[in-house]
């Protein structure tokens, strides 16, 4: 039955047929504006790092990657040290903050009475929220002094056997780079996995409890084989936090560019911190163009760093989604 | 609708074994209460099935036996449960010590993302009962009737077999560290009928082994598989409040033909629920 009171024209054809609607083409444009900018955005910053680059790139060809040194009189710049640096800060704050960023996550969802959970995960997160220069100047001013007078002394004298465990001149160091990182990188770790154990369904949990194991025993045997993949990815996006931090690495590690050294306890320096560190007094073209070639390294790599967490986490989703079915 | 019930006829109350003892068991969640003032026993060997409306407190009652509930945020009880004598509602009383000994089976079929044996074996590494493992394992595959079908494929993921499989599955891993009281919480609703057979054959073949508590909202699986029965109603308060209750409770035959309670009567009839 027709409720249309409308001309017979609208009775033969009950729908009418499309129309432009502004909101929509508005919407679409802008939208769509917004996101051709970010890829654009992203091709002019690769174009021109690669171009600024172009000079060092052509001076030093890939012998800059392996070159310890950054000798501005003589022009004779090299990324092997800030290479070394950067990997052992970078992957000594993730050995540090992973298995602490999994106690967190696990206290808050497995362990800790419920009403203390809201709050203490509003402050772990909150800990991401402090800015990097005043973590950098907590580092200079207090931990640097700490490290210098009490740690770095004791843990030489007991473990100094072993070469990274060396003696040191300075609050300014490797040392204290990887425990700056590991609190910068702590948050986005440990918020990650909470989220994933958090999504670990109840049905799997109960079945463990169910048979009489312990909280352990169903933590190491459910939750966490469960939520392996997200892990890895939350660790690899930590990483990638912990390569490209600049400014609180800059102020904590000491600037020391000239030789690397196993000693945790000595000064270092990171790509990043370089770049942070040398932009304004750089006066060579060759020597601003050795900074683009860090800042392509840099740029690579975190490149390869989200693709991978990428991929790492389309695994973990597709193993998950399996479950489902 | 009458439901036939052909059964052996069961051994004289004073010649069964209690394996429960429940007195006056109340399950709060918060302030509301779930279950009042449930007193019954539950006998050795014998399949005891509980039945009832949707909310009359079936699911609290028997997550109440192996302390399931001391997972529920906000739970709380009252009463006591004795196990062979023992408090098991106590507060000093291990909880992990007590689910090892009374397993159970969930309403959905939730296997571990492992593979079909280490579904299996995993309870048995945890537990520490790692001799003859492969041995364990087939057995309680055998006795849960899933060996046959899983037999060439045991490195298998588990979520590659069906509902029903993965249900005899779970109960294979429930059964496989020797429990002594398996409980099963609505362990077929999600399953279709051959597959409830299955389950339904299994727990006839199991119970001289284990003592078996059964949820279910099917009253004919409650005749067909349950020696005695529980009828559990919902009852209201002057206030609008509602809470769960123990109606009847005697053999099965007792409460589908002749329950001596007009509620149970009405339930059993299909004039309720």
Redesign the interface.
């Known amino acids: 039955m027709s409720t249309l009171d409308a001309t017979g024209e609208a009775a033969r054809r009950p729908f009418p047929g499309r129309r432009v609607r502004t909101g929509d083409v508005l919407l679409q444009g802008v939208a769509g504006l917004a996101a051709l900018g970010a890829v654009v955005l992203l091709g002019l910053i690769a174009y021109k790092i690669v171009d600024g680059a172009r000079l060092s790139l052509s001076t030093f060809g890939l012998g800059f990657l392996t070159h310890v040194g950054w000798d501005p009189v003589h022009s004779r710049f090299g990324a092997g040290g800030f290479l070394f640096g950067t990997a052992v800060t970078s992957i000594g704050a993730l050995l540090l903050a992973t298995p602490l960023a999994l106690g967190i996550a696990l206290f808050l969802t497995e362990l800790a009475p ?1 009403w203390i959970r809201g709050p203490v995960t509003a402050l772990v997160e909150t800990l991401a929220a402090i800015p990097s220069v005043v973590i950098g100047l907590w580092g200079i001013l207090v931990l640097g002094p700490v490290l210098h007078d009490h740690v770095m002394p004791a843990l030489h004298s007991t473990l100094g056997f072993i070469p990274l465990f060396g003696p040191s001149t300075t609050g300014s160091t490797i040392f204290t780079a990887i425990l700056v990182l590991t609190i910068m990188i702590l948050p986005i770790v440990s918020s990650i996995s909470r989220e994933l154990f958090v999504g670990v ?1 109840p ?12 909280r352990w ?1 169903m933590v190491r ?2 939750v966490l ?2 939520t392996r993949g997200g892990v890895a990815a939350a660790m690899i996006l930590g990483l990638g936090r912990a390569v490209g931090e600049a400014i609180a690495v800059a102020q904590v590690s000491g600037a020391f560019n000239n030789g690397i050294s196993w000693n945790l306890f000595s000064s270092g320096n990171t790509l990043a911190a370089q770049i942070a560190l040398e932009y304004q007094s750089a006066e060579t073209n060759l020597d601003v163009s050795s900074l683009f070639y860090l800042g392509l390294i840099l740029l690579v790599f975190s490149l390869v760093v989200n693709l991978l967490a990428r991929v790492v986490v389309r695994r973990g989703a597709r ?2 989604g ?2 489902a ?1 | 609708m009458r439901v036939e019930t052909k059964r052996q006829p069961l051994p004289p109350r004073e010649r069964l074994q209690q394996v429960f003892d429940i007195q006056d068991l109340t399950a709060i969640y918060g302030s509301k209460p779930a279950l009042k003032d449930v007193s019954m026993g539950v006998y050795r060997n014998l399949v005891t099935a509980v039945i009832g409306p949707s909310g009359c407190g079936k699911s609290t009652f028997i997550r109440c036996l192996n302390r399931m509930n001391d997972l529920v945020p906000g739970f709380r009880q009252t009463g006591t449960i004795r196990y062979h004598g023992q408090d098991i509602a106590a507060k000093d009383v291990d909880p992990v010590a007590v689910r090892r000994t009374i397993g159970m089976v969930f309403q959905r079929p939730n296997p571990f993302p492992k593979s079909i044996f280490d579904n299996v074996a995993w309870g048995l590494r945890v537990l520490g009962m790692k001799d003859n493992l492969p041995e364990r394992v087939e057995r309680a595959l055998t006795q849960a009737a899933l060996w046959d079908e899983v037999k060439d494929r045991l490195k298998a993921s588990a979520l590659s077999l069906s509902g029903g499989q993965q249900q005899r599955l779970c109960i294979a891993r429930a059964i496989a560290v020797e429990p002594d009281v398996v409980l099963m919480d609505e362990p077929a609703s999600a399953l279709d009928p051959i597959a409830t057979q299955a389950i339904e054959l299994l727990l006839h073949e199991l119970k001289s082994e284990y003592s078996f508590v059964i949820v279910t909202h099917n009253m004919q699986q409650a005749a067909r598989v349950a020696d005695m029965t529980a009828f559990f109603s919902i009852s209201r308060g002057e206030e609008g409040d509602r809470w769960g209750e123990l109606i009847e409770y005697d053999s099965t035959e007792k409460i589908f033909t002749a329950p001596s309670d007009k509620r149970t009567e009405d339930y059993v009839t299909g004039r309720f629920g």
Do not use: C, D
């Open positions: 419920r369904p049905e799997l949990k109960e079945a463990a409890l169910g048979l009489g194991t312990t025993e045997g459910v084989p469960y193993r998950q399996v479950l079915r």
